[in-house]
């Protein structure tokens, strides 16, 4: 049996601002941001398999992402700092089936131009913020490659917790697990 989850309206889920960052849901104008990103082999160096080969892939995932908003009020943003038109990646929630459950899948890929300047941080924390206000009845996971060492730095930042014991295989090699919840047991 399959537990949909049911959808956010009026959460406000748009945009969200943090100090340095505004988080804004993808529109067709981040299209170009969108492929460029997912055809940068350094920033799908632990995802290889997100890489994308065509604009039209590009353009399939943006309605991935469209269809996610439209159904559930809530998705992933594309990231710009507050002074600037120019997409920093992107970081948001999507709904996943884990272990015949619905959680919340924590996603954040930045151009390899605004590594180490606390952004990935910085918007993880406040998608993590937003479901917990929001959807706090709901887990939110990262999976995250045991060698990319960032990732794991950015999702405990985030507010999230490793859990070892939910490490399984996943397209790309081990997937390692932090999770919203500390006494989560799957």
């Not at 537990?3 to 104008?29: F, I, K, Q, S, Y």
């Not at 941001?33 to 632990?46: N, V, Y």
Request: aromatic residues 10%.
């Amino acid at each position: 049996m399959t537990v949909e989850p049911a959808p956010t309206r009026g959460a406000g889920a748009e945009e969200l601002r943090t100090g340095r960052l505004l988080l804004r849901r993808p529109d067709p104008g981040d299209l170009d941001a969108i492929f460029a990103l997912h055809t940068d082999p350094e920033a799908c160096t632990h995802n290889p398999s997100d890489l994308l080969g065509t604009r039209k892939e590009a353009e399939l995932l943006l309605l991935r992402w469209s269809h996610q908003w439209n159904r559930y009020g809530f998705g992933y943003w594309t990231i710009r700092r507050h002074d600037s038109a120019e997409p920093l990646g992107f970081c948001g929630l999507k709904i996943v089936g884990f272990r015949r459950r619905p959680v919340l899948n924590l996603f954040y890929r930045f151009f390899p131009s605004s590594w180490g300047s606390g952004y990935a941080s910085e918007a993880a924390a406040a998608a993590v913020g937003w479901a917990r206000a929001h959807r706090p009845d709901d887990l939110v996971i990262a999976r995250v490659r045991p060698e990319n060492v960032a990732s794991q730095r950015v999702a405990l930042r985030a507010g999230l917790v490793r859990a070892e014991h939910l490490d399984t295989a996943g397209d790309d090699g081990t997937d390692w697990f932090f999770v919203s919840d500390p006494g989560y047991e799957g």
